[in-house]
């Protein structure tokens, strides 16, 4: 049972360097979603993808491009890389009704220097 | 706007019951969730609670809804050492197309100590 598989697990980066987080689910889920993580602040929403072939903002998306590739995979990348993007990143998938469990991925950390 | 707050830390004696709280804002929200991350790795549901509910229990823990006060909390009854975690109050947003809006609480990080 994979579930949602995020890589690479960690990273550094030098500041404007460009790089592309991946995400798989194979859960057959539609609703797809990348997220950061800071301390104190929670989990804050960068993008979601509803289904295949659409995207859409979040809470915090400047710096940021998606792309849901297929069903399965939701991949985010960073164009040029700042010190601010250094945090953790949380790909997580969901089914279409009103409740449904959020699965999430194990977490990318990444440090941009 | 929607907003989840939580208090960000809490320490407790192995044993005893924690209770973590949670306000939050978008009273149209249908589903209130606790999530729980583990060091080092991503979030996984531990309980739900419907909004037209006002209790859930579920073995060791019990959620309490206090909707008219948009307040929630998490008992963990004889917490253990496993126990110790960041657990995450979230609330579902408006619900459009498919798309499951979760707003994550900053988390409280429960400290067990024998």
């Known amino acids: 049972n994979a579930g949602v598989t995020q890589t690479p697990k960690f990273q550094v980066l030098k500041t404007g360097q460009s790089m592309t987080l991946q995400c798989a689910q194979d859960m057959n889920h539609n609703s797809m979603y990348w997220y950061r993580q800071d301390p104190g602040m929670g989990l804050r929403l960068i993008y979601y993808s509803a289904s295949e072939g659409t995207t859409d903002k979040g809470e915090v998306p400047n710096g940021y491009n998606v792309s849901r590739l297929n069903k399965r995979e939701f991949s985010l990348r960073l164009e040029s890389a700042a010190p601010s993007q250094t945090s953790v990143y949380f790909c997580?998938?969901?089914?279409?009704?009103?409740?449904?469990?959020?699965?999430f991925g194990q977490g990318t950390r990444l440090t941009v220097v | 706007g929607e907003d989840v707050e939580q208090s960000l830390f809490l320490s407790v004696r192995e044993g005893d019951s924690s209770v973590i709280n949670c306000t939050y804002t978008d009273s149209s929200s249908t589903y209130l969730y606790w999530y729980k991350q583990e060091p080092g790795a991503g979030l996984q549901l531990l309980t739900y609670?419907?909004?037209?509910?006002d209790m859930k229990q579920d073995q060791r823990l019990t959620v309490l809804l206090n909707k008219k006060d948009k307040h929630l909390s998490l008992r963990i009854a004889d917490t253990q050492t496993g126990d110790s975690a960041i657990y995450f109050c979230?609330?579902?947003?408006?619900?459009?197309?498919?798309?499951?809006?979760?707003?994550f609480g900053a988390g409280t990080r429960l400290a067990v100590h024998p």
């Open positions: 997580a998938s969901s089914g279409d009704s009103m409740n449904t469990e959020a699965f």
């Open positions: 609670i419907f909004s037209n509910m």
């Open positions: 979230a609330e579902s947003g408006s619900f459009s197309g498919g798309y499951n809006k979760l707003i």
